[in-house]
């Protein structure tokens, strides 16, 4: 300590201090003005400006782990373990909050940069940070003072989803089954909910997430987080390399097909041999997290599991076929996969050989496939950050340059620094937690001869960075050949691995990632806001310990998700809501516009058959991603989306209306209770066989369950008599349907009353509603 | 024209941001037709990667700082001094010919402190005008939810950074024969003559529509359902003035990757169904071979700037553009080891457009290329008292350019520039 601080020496300060009781700490009124300030710690000194800047420098591994005033990240501890870790931080905070240097609050000093402080101003004296902060310091030396302020949040506020209306159980199955399984519910799942209510859904969700429908589901809501369909060029040479699998993976070029007489037809059946190949060999991560859902495996496999999965098709391309072949089911099958361990790779010369002291490939879940080291490759000068990056942001859940620190002269220092990353605070503080995790990626260095993906540096790996390890553990030198396994273990041993997998699971229902804590502390919606994220924090850390209990299966972060109050929110009480209301719930509920796969799915489920046309390029114009390139899904229609949405609910009434009624009863599924020849305000009787027609649909279509002479069902009806009485009274009109959409039906479906139109102007109405669009 | 736009635009209450409501919903789509937005239209154009400014609007001819020009090769035009490239471009546009036809419109800021020097935060930062936040929307969503939100393709992106703020949505169409497959949403294979409905079924589903929607939004329902409701129903009334776009869409697609992203654009614009667009090209991340890639790129940039003017010009828009061309950091004054130079946190910006006096260079960067404070009232450096120019200067003073400063959207992601720090009469 700089012999220039004075110290005052607060009693306070010595003796013990009432214990916060973790992060959402109540006021004691025993304790009185001490209690205040611990309060006051827990609830805005802390969450707004310790984790949020001091963490960053001070902490282990951190740019200050050096200094006396070293802190804990919250969120590297265990959920139990919390509250002492929020207390020794306070304590640290404490200590400090009595000092003082040139007749200032030390601690505020140091905020502003003053004193020398390695991380320079990291608070502006008139920010809301900086207030808080010496609030803080005053609640601590004149304890017995009245708070200026209390926090932000306060502990008697109502629950959090007061006032808000839950789906019925029903509506709750519908969103599952076609969220996870792409299909509707069966009678008798719904015979089961309407007997047993919402406590039967944790078994029928136990059937739903068997299904293969959901595994597909699961492959592609994985894909959006790691991209790793996105792998440049053709996998069979970015995937496998010229230098350990020179030999093999090109074997569908001599692959015989010569049973095959007609030449077009045999390249064809070679260029299907060659694409399915390609694509088996990217879907290989997805499968990974296939097989380990599937089979109730420990998550932790993402990045802990010592194989791979291959099917008969890579399997050539790895030169293992004839040792696996017996293993799977249909060797001819492209896309059937098993777990396998690669043996050491070895290359066209020996300096391209793989160390390894077990002989074998020293796999590390996704984080050692060929196909994640390609999607994220690196440069001579990237070194490997690019994979530090992403392995935070897949993994732990942190995104290091999400809120890049800004530097006053970036420039300056990077010319003043001989090496910025590890001399310059500004740099450091990011630099030493990315670069020992791209150091543990050091051997998978080789970015140029046809994208190898393993090889060593020549020169050694660099030495102006910050050594291989993970946030304050070097990597032992004997562990090298498998460092990827080390951070592995060490990933699925930290609590921020459980959240994240929490976080990927409500990605997945919900198309959107967990809120991020708010930053503006002079946002008037500060506090609303703060307590969305809060409930959402809690919501995932109840989920994570429960996910944890069941040794990390995945199923029970999604089913907790489905059945939380989050995912069930399906409107308000009443429309009385405060702006700081509205506020706190903006993220609640899913209202998730379907992507276009998911959309293909519903259509073929509610009509019995995929509109077939959300693909390629329109799948891209509606918001799809190529994992390349664009790589987020739009969340929100643009009007080229609406376009799309017109033309899609045209287009899919047009074949599926006429072609419904053409079967006989009791094959249709949209309109088994009617016939054409049922008009509107002929009598009571067929106005209620409408009625009851369009319950079904709307049923059916949107998933709603109304009552016959409910005003959705009037409003449906009053489209239906109108368009029959607008063709009637026009005269005239073709008594058959448009030429296009009567095509491919079952059996002739006259319209001299012009129903069949109407109905079918009915489905294009509810196919354009957010009932269906929407999830 | 302009009046009747955003009179219709309060009538129908579609801005995406203020729900629709009750009646007002079925109004619009009892018939009435989207005015077309008339400009004007905002081009940001991005070299994604980080362009070398020293080969373009802001020359070094000394300290090594490039390996293909001297001091005495800079080039000048009017007040403008660039580096030559006619000898060196791979292709593309050179410098010489740049100026030569557009010097006298073109704006330069030189000497923008980008304060961080990553890819990710620096594009955010060159996009939002906010370093630290992912919830500010792009300059270019911002106009758009501001002068167009019921526009069906308000804010087209082709690529970087494009948040939107949940103001607007954001609308992504990659390709030239996408536009023609949505023109014409309600007939079977886009053919007019084939429409599905007939012409009293569509407006009996639009009404039917429109009166659900007011049912809806007068329902308590959650923040986030009201918010996509109410964008839902937009989008698909909005996009029937898609129809507009299909006489602007060329009938050969151009081969440059900037010219086929500026025709959709461009089309958009002239059917006024389109506010703003980000352009992008990328592979400027020159750490290898630094002079080779940017005499390839940047004569590339330049062609396509040139291209979207010119066809600007052929489709009468031109004096309603507004076209910012920019990137997310420079590259250092010095090359690496693989002849590569690294990220500089220190760059240029362009812009050329109605409203914006030309043939001036404002800001410098000093022989080691590191920026010179500025004086934001007198647009001149001030070593002594001057400030760093950040993104946010920028972005204060475009968004007091496009008159959308005091909107509530903007007002909703404010930028805190005080007013001493302002730029004063930067548009001339």
Redesign the interface.
């Known amino acids: 300590m700089n012999a220039r601080y004075v110290i005052c020496t607060l009693s306070a300060v010595m003796v013990g201090v009432a214990v916060a009781r973790g992060v959402h700490a109540e006021p004691c009124p025993a304790a009185g003005g001490r209690a205040a300030a611990d309060v006051w710690f827990a609830e805005e000194v802390w969450p707004k400006v310790a984790s949020l800047e001091c963490l960053k420098c001070h902490k282990q591994g951190g740019d200050a782990e050096d200094t006396q005033f070293v802190l804990t990240d919250l969120s590297r501890a265990r959920p139990s373990e919390r509250g002492k870790r929020l207390q020794s931080n306070r304590d640290a905070f404490l200590k400090l909050a009595p000092l003082r240097a040139n007749d200032q609050p030390l601690l505020l000093s140091k905020a502003v940069g003053e004193l020398d402080h390695g991380g320079n101003q990291v608070l502006k004296p008139d920010s809301a940070g900086y207030r808080i902060l010496a609030e803080f310091v005053r609640r601590v030396n004149v304890p017995s003072s009245t708070p200026a302020r209390p926090p932000a949040v306060t502990a008697d506020a109502a629950p959090f989803f007061d006032g ?1 209306l839950m789906l019925d159980d029903r509506r709750l199955l519908r969103r599952a089954t076609l969220s996870l399984a792409g299909r509707l519910p069966t009678e008798s799942e719904l015979d089961v909910v309407a007997a047993q209510g919402l406590k039967a859904m944790p078994e029928l969700l136990d059937g739903i997430l068997r299904e293969e429908a959901f595994y597909e589901r699961l492959r592609e809501g994985f894909n959006d987080i790691f991209l790793t369909l996105g792998v440049d060029g053709n996998p069979d040479r970015s995937v496998l390399s010229y230098e350990h699998f020179e030999k093999t993976r090109g074997w569908y070029q001599r692959h015989d097909l010569s049973h095959i007489e007609d030449e077009k037809a045999r390249r064809q059946a070679g260029y299907k041999l060659a694409n399915e190949y390609r694509k088996a060999l990217l879907d290989e991560p997805m499968r990974l997290i296939d097989h380990i859902v599937r089979h109730d495996r420990p998550f932790t496999e993402i990045v802990t599991a010592d194989y791979i999965m291959v099917s008969p098709y890579t399997a050539r391309g790895y030169g293992i076929f004839d040792e696996v072949k017996d293993r799977f089911k249909d060797p001819d099958d492209p896309f059937e996969y098993v777990p396998v361990r690669l043996k050491a790779l070895v290359g066209r010369n020996r300096s391209e050989d793989q160390e390894s002291a077990t002989g074998f490939y020293p796999h590390a879940g996704l984080l050692s496939t060929f196909q994640y080291l390609s999607r994220y490759p690196t ?4 070194r490997n950050r690019l994979r530090a990056r992403m392995y935070y942001q897949h993994f732990l859940g942190v995104d290091v ?7 006053a ?4 220092v ?2 003043k620094f001989e090496v910025p990353t590890m001399q310059a605070s500004e740099c450091v503080v990011c630099h030493k937690t990315v670069d020992p995790v791209a150091g543990l990626f050091q051997d998978y260095w080789r970015f140029d001869n046809n994208f190898a993906i393993y090889g060593r540096r020549k020169e050694g790996w660099f030495s102006d960075m910050f050594s291989a390890g993970f946030e304050g553990d070097d990597l032992p030198t004997d562990q090298r050949w498998r460092a990827l396994q080390w951070l592995g273990e060490r990933t699925a041993d930290d609590p921020r691995f459980a959240a994240t997998m929490v976080g990927h699971a409500y990605y997945l229902l919900k198309g959107r990632h967990p809120l ?1 804590p708010p ?2 502390l002079d946002d008037p919606r500060y506090a609303a806001k703060l307590r969305a994220y809060r409930e959402q924090q809690r919501q995932i850390e109840v989920i994570a310990s429960h996910f944890v209990d069941a040794d990390f299966n995945f199923k029970v972060a999604l089913k907790e998700w489905v059945l939380s109050d989050d995912y069930r ?9 405060t702006p700081e209301r ?2 706190a ?5 899913v ?1 998730r ?1 379907l992507s276009p796969e998911q959309l293909e799915r519903k259509i073929a489920a509610v009509f019995g058959q995929p509109w077939g046309r959300l693909t390629g ?2 799948a ?2 509606y ?1 799809g991603i190529d994992s390349k ?2 790589t987020e899904r ?1 969340t ?12 899609l609910a ?2 899919v ?2 074949r599926n209306v006429a072609l419904d009624f053409s079967r006989p009863k009791d094959r249709r599924i949209l309109f088994p209770g009617i016939e054409p020849n049922v008009l509107p305000a002929v009598s009571a009787e067929s106005d209620a066989r409408i009625r009851d027609a369009i319950v079904h649909l709307h049923q059916r279509v949107l998933g709603r369950y109304d009552n016959a002479n409910s ?1 959705e069902v009037d ?2 009806f ?2 239906f008599a ?2 029959v009485a ?2 009637e009274s ?1 005269q005239g ?1 073709d008594p058959r349907e ?1 030429w ?2 009567r095509q491919g039906l079952e059996s002739p479906v006259p319209d001299p009353h012009y129903t069949v ?2 109905w ?2 009915v489905v ?2 509810l196919l ?3 009932e269906f ?2 999830e | 024209m302009r009046r009747d736009f955003f009179k219709w635009c309060a009538f129908a209450g579609l801005g995406l941001a203020a729900p629709v409501r009750g009646q007002r919903a079925g109004r619009a789509a009892d018939g009435l037709d989207l005015p077309a937005y008339d400009g004007p239209y905002y081009v940001v154009i991005n070299a994604s990667g980080g362009w070398d400014t020293t080969y373009l609007m802001d020359p070094k001819g000394v300290g090594g700082i490039n390996r293909l020009y001297r001091e005495g090769d800079i080039v000048t035009h009017g007040n403008h001094r660039f580096a030559p490239t006619a000898k060196s471009q791979q292709g593309g546009l050179s410098n010489e010919d740049f100026y030569a036809e557009f010097g006298g419109e073109l704006l330069v800021f030189n000497g923008l402190d980008y304060a961080v020097n990553n890819h990710s935060p620096c594009s955010r930062y060159m996009a939002t005008g906010k370093l630290d936040s992912l919830a500010y929307p792009t300059f270019a969503a911002l106009v758009a939810a501001c002068q167009g939100p019921s526009c069906p393709l308000s804010f087209l992106t082709f690529g970087n950074y494009s948040a939107t703020g949940n103001l607007v949505a954001m609308s992504r169409v990659p390709y030239l024969p996408s536009l023609k497959r949505i023109a014409n949403a309600d007939a079977i294979s886009g053919n007019q003559r084939a429409p599905y409905h007939d012409d009293f079924a569509l407006a009996r589903i639009e009404g039917a529509l429109s009166e659900h929607r007011g049912a809806r939004a007068s329902q308590p329902l959650l923040p986030r359902q009201e918010r996509a409701e109410s964008m839902l129903y937009a989008a698909q009334v909005n996009s029937k003035a898609l129809a507009r776009v299909t006489p602007h869409i060329p009938q050969d697609i151009p081969k440059q990757r900037l010219a086929r992203q500026a025709e959709i654009a461009l089309a958009s614009f002239k059917a006024g169904v389109c506010v703003s667009a980000n352009l992008s090209i990328g592979q400027f991340d020159s750490h290898a071979n630094n002079d080779a890639d940017q005499m390839k790129l940047i004569p590339e940039l330049l062609e396509g700037i040139a291209y979207v003017l010119h066809r600007a010009e052929d489709l009468r828009i031109r004096d309603k553009l507004v076209v910012i061309a920019q990137s997310e950091m420079g590259r250092t004054p010095t090359y690496n080891q693989g002849d590569g130079k690294d990220h500089w946190s220190i760059g240029s910006i362009m812009f050329l457009g109605p409203g914006i006096k030309g043939d001036r260079v404002i800001g410098a960067t000093d022989e080691g290329q590191f920026a010179i404070p500025f004086d934001p009232h007198q647009l001149a450096c001030d070593q002594d008292a001057g400030i760093r120019v950040r993104p946010e200067h920028l972005h204060e003073a475009l968004r007091q350019f496009a008159g959308i400063a005091d909107h509530p959207h903007s007002r909703q992601f404010p930028l805190g520039i005080k007013p001493e720090e302002q730029l004063r009469g930067l548009w001339g």
């Open positions: 808000v440069t001579e000068t990237n340059l999400e809120l890049a620190a800004r530097v002269d970036a420039a300056a990077t010319a991020l930053a503006d929110a399906r409107r308000l009480e009443t429309e009385s809501g509205m506020a719930l903006d993220d609640i509920g209202v516009m390029q329109t891209m114009l918001g390139q664009v739009a929100d229609p643009s009007g080229a989306m609406g376009a799309v949405q017109r033309t045209n287009d009434a047009c005003p409003r449906t009053a489209l109108g368009v607008d063709a026009r009109f448009a296009s959409c139109r109407a079918r102007a294009t109405y354009r509603r957010p669009l929407y």
